[in-house]
């Protein structure tokens, strides 16, 4: 079934989004936090080569075609003690 994405994503619907596009096979809002604090190439944030989050609310968004580019041609990404696949088990 097809469907419209979404101009912005927060954590939440972003996290919700990578699981339906099959991009993770698990992933939270927290999940997501997680990456953008450690991932070294992630797309948002304050620095000279990142986008800026959009707020909307208390909520910070950010632009559905940047967010998933950043999911498409990677490891998927791995619960808590998952050892890294490096893409071999995608379907």
Known sequence: ??????PF???????ELLVRLGLADSITADGLRYI????????FGD???QMPYVMAGRARTMETGVFLAQFQNRPRPGGRGRKSDQGNNRR
């Open 47 to 49: 620095g000279p080569n």
């Open 36 to 43: 953008a604090r450690n991932a070294q190439d992630w797309p």
């Open 1 to 6: 079934m097809a469907f419209n994405l979404p």
């Open 9 to 15: 994503v927060t954590f939440r619907t972003g996290a």
